[in-house]
């Protein structure tokens, strides 16, 4: 929605900003600009339409609260009105706006008007890291799968790494070399307490944690395995295909096994004890019990867009933000482990009954694996794929064909099996059908994909050392899309060592034009649409 007048709403002090542009989550979810959902689907808006992005930008920074936290939304039915719940994803996102703005469009303005709440959205994230270095109970857009009843997600704890990293290079460029320097230790910080705490140890085998869940058993098909038994005792049991018991709580030690897809029921008579489901190699999807540089007692699940703040950190060019690539690429491989199963029988309109059976052909993968099933664990959510195959090719992880292929399976889902390319849902279940919501964003994450494919880093923040550069990972010949906000053009190679850069929408200066270390001769490159092609040869 652009409204020409919106009394109460926060003008924008950006002269390139005109009215007040404002838009709902979903087609079937009215709210307003929640900033988590918008960092799902914002890359086509920034770079199509950047300046709908700058508008947005003055009511997020109005709304933000008095220690710092940006309001995940704001109200329908008072526009600007700050909303909503605690996020991971959502201070952490502004700030990320901030820096692509800088990087791809030079966009010293917005971050001369934003930097002091960007300093305030900072300071908001080490607060809430503070007892272990990365946040602890937050709400994420994740928020069907209850994260917050955990004390850690690996999901917020990277986005948390990518916000710190974000505001250090936001602070260099605003000339706060003091800021730079606390925000830089907080994101170092952090990313030790993701592998110290939230990193499983192994490769590909079930960590043997189990988790606590009171008032909660099996309602079918359990087995009876004895009475007098201890937690510990009654865990034991649990061997082989088990994956869930519960014990009395009457003092009675009565333990039963859990079938292998349980249906639950609530009663103070029974404590359920469920595996963790985490996996060797990889980061637990969640944690608990945690203790900072030591470890967390309980390691909870394979969670299968745990990284989206790295698919953010390598676009924006922070480079990896976790600890290293090769780390990626574990996780990467446990999670198709681990999470490439679809759903046999039972009701999926209803999560209940069936089970899990190898193989990911119709949908991508599941989103959560390994803990007792959550509404929407077994089903997938249109963020993951994409973000994998953003991951994998970033980090070397994969070969393009294959980093590619299950983005392909969740993509056909709707242009093969639905036929509807443009209702695409927020989930589906592994049969491809869609579940949940209307005309989502989730699936908009592709647009990382691209910039992926051909390597694009940009930085034009400062005159002098404005830098475009590109390393595909595909062979020559090739045709791939330049993305920068209003500017649009084609890097094109026909066989190796020949290069050629030409836009169709916009115009870029640059200082630097290089294709897998090879630069552009002659150094200050000006582009333009309909202009002249850039063309060279590497020497």
């Not at 209850?146 to 710190?164: E, K």
């Not at 599941?366 to 993951?384: C, K, N, P, Q, V």
């Not at 002098?464 to 094109?492: C, E, K, Q």
Request: overall charge negative; proline content about 6%.
């Amino acid at each position: 929605m652009w409204w020409d007048e919106c009394p109460g709403c926060h003008k924008s002090n950006d002269s390139r900003c005109t009215g007040f542009w404002r838009q709902w989550e979903a087609f079937d979810c009215p709210d307003l600009d929640s900033i988590h959902n918008d960092g799902e689907r914002h890359l086509p808006y920034l770079l199509l339409f950047p300046n709908s992005t700058r508008n947005k930008l003055a009511a997020w920074a109005g709304n933000q609260q008095p220690d710092g936290m940006l309001a995940e939304q704001i109200l329908q039915t008072a526009p600007d009105t700050p909303a909503g719940r605690v996020m991971a994803d959502a201070t952490s996102m502004f700030i990320v706006y901030i820096l692509e703005l800088l990087r791809w469009a030079g966009d010293t303005t917005s971050l001369g008007l934003y930097y002091p709440t960007v300093r305030r959205a900072a300071e908001w994230q080490m607060n809430v890291s503070a007892s272990l270095g990365v946040p602890t109970h937050l709400e994420t857009t994740y928020d069907i799968l209850q994260f917050p009843q955990h004390q850690l997600s690996t999901y917020a704890s990277v986005f948390h790494i990518t916000a710190m990293r974000a505001a250090a290079a936001l602070a260099t460029a605003a000339g706060e070399p003091a800021d730079a320097a606390t925000f830089g230790a907080a994101a170092d910080r952090a990313a030790a307490s993701l592998d110290a705490l939230q990193w499983v140890p192994g490769n590909g085998t079930a960590a043997a944690s189990f988790t606590e869940t009171p008032h909660t058993y099996c309602v079918d098909d359990f087995v009876y395995a004895g009475s007098g038994l201890t937690p510990a005792e009654c865990v034991g049991k649990c061997g082989g295909s088990c994956l869930e018991v519960f014990l009395s709580t009457d003092g009675a030690g009565d333990c039963y096994l859990c079938p292998a897809a349980p249906t639950h029921g609530n009663t103070s008579s029974y404590t359920l004890y469920a595996r963790s489901g985490a996996v060797g190699g990889a980061w637990a999807a969640a944690s608990d019990g945690c203790v900072e540089k030591q470890g967390c007692a309980n390691q909870t699940g394979v969670f299968a867009d745990a990284l989206y703040g790295q698919v953010l950190a390598y676009s924006a060019g922070l480079g990896t933000v976790v600890s290293s690539p090769s780390k990626i690429a574990s996780h990467l491989a446990a999670v198709l482990r681990a999470n490439c199963y679809h759903v046999d029988g039972g009701d999926p309109d209803i999560q209940v009954g069936g089970h899990l059976s190898p193989g990911c052909d119709n949908a991508g993968v599941a989103i959560l694996t390994g803990r007792a099933r959550g509404a929407t664990d077994w089903m997938s959510w249109e963020g993951a794929a994409p973000n994998q195959a953003t991951l994998a090719l970033r980090s070397g992880a994969q070969p393009p064909a294959e980093a590619l292929e299950n983005f392909r399976k969740s993509a056909t889902s709707w242009s093969e099996r639905i036929n509807d390319q443009w209702n695409t849902a927020g989930i589906k279940d592994t049969d491809g059908y869609p579940t949940v919501t209307s005309h989502y964003g989730f699936h908009m994450v592709s647009w990382h994909v691209p910039l992926a494919l051909s390597g694009q880093l940009a930085d034009l923040s400062a005159k002098g050392n404005r830098s475009l550069t590109f390393a595909p990972a595909v062979d020559p010949p090739y045709s791939l899309p330049l993305m920068l906000p209003g500017v649009l053009g084609v890097l094109a190679s026909a066989a190796e060592g020949e290069y050629r850069v030409s836009l169709t929408v916009g115009a870029v200066e640059l200082d630097l034009l290089s294709v897998d270390g090879h630069p552009a001769p002659g150094g200050a490159v000006s582009l333009v649409a309909g202009g002249p092609a850039v063309a060279w040869q590497a020497v």
